[in-house]
């Protein structure tokens, strides 16, 4: 399969991260292989998995992309499967995330992330809130719970840094509830320590606004997820990145 531009980097990413996108791929909450995919029988997979992750990135790379594929379209086309850019669009799409035709697919994922942050966010209670609040540097005394959403809504479309804790943060409780284990991803866990949310009660309900109604097809309980982990990777490895002068 062509190699596609935008998931070049992911060689260069963490052995963690690559083995949680894998194991994505290739298994369901049971821990049970996926009867549809075709990664773990490959020479790459079997030579590389778990601790030379990099080595196989760009069987990664097309195994995501056959899952992001109309199968018609692929077949058609003799096996090329859809760009990742066009499989981020379709997902953002189906989470009801607003971008625009010209958008990269940097921008697009940041978006998505952002979306999911933010819906995090809202449904966290009056005392994480709080605490989440001391950690932006945010006066919150006199702020009741809307006002408390809105104003951290408003520091993390601006404060990096929390933006990207607080996707560690989504990240790490999706491949939880996934693949039944926490992961860590670049030494960041900030949030999850500081608010205590490991062991809290939001589970599921976080994210239930889209497990529930838009991963609906077996395709979706995937692509979600896996597209979600990629578009943190990249993140992660560039947000925090100095500013070449």
């Not at 408003?154 to 409780?173: C, D």
């Amino acid at each position: 399969m062509k190699q596609d531009k935008d998931l070049v980097f992911l060689a260069s990413c963490q052995n963690e991260d690559l083995r949680t996108l894998c194991d994505i791929l290739t298994y369901n909450n049971k821990g049970e292989i996926r009867l549809s995919e075709q990664l773990t029988d490959t020479d790459a997979y079997l030579n590389c998995y778990p601790d030379r992750m990099n080595l196989m990135a760009a069987e990664i790379a097309d195994e995501l992309r056959k899952y992001g594929s109309n199968t018609v379209k692929t077949f058609c086309r003799k096996g090329e499967a859809d760009s990742y850019e066009t499989i981020v669009r379709r997902v953002c799409k189906r989470m009801g995330v607003i971008v625009n035709d010209y958008d990269s697919t940097p921008t697009m994922e940041r978006e998505l992330l952002t979306t999911i942050c933010e819906q995090t966010t809202s449904k966290l209670s009056d005392e994480e809130l709080r605490k989440l609040a001391d950690k932006a540097g945010i006066p919150h005394k006199s702020l009741n719970h809307q006002m408390l959403v809105t104003a951290i809504l408003f520091a993390i479309r601006r404060n990096t840094y929390l933006l990207t804790e607080m996707i560690y943060y989504v990240t790490s409780r999706i491949a939880s509830m996934l693949l039944g284990r926490w992961i860590g991803m670049m030494g960041m866990s900030a949030v999850s320590r500081y608010l205590g949310m490991a062991a809290g009660p939001i589970g599921w309900t976080l994210l239930a606004g889209w497990t529930i109604s838009d991963i609906a097809s077996p395709a979706y309980r995937v692509m979600i997820p896996a597209v979600i982990m990629v578009a943190s990777m990249r993140f992660r490895q560039t947000a925090l990145l100095p500013q070449k002068i």
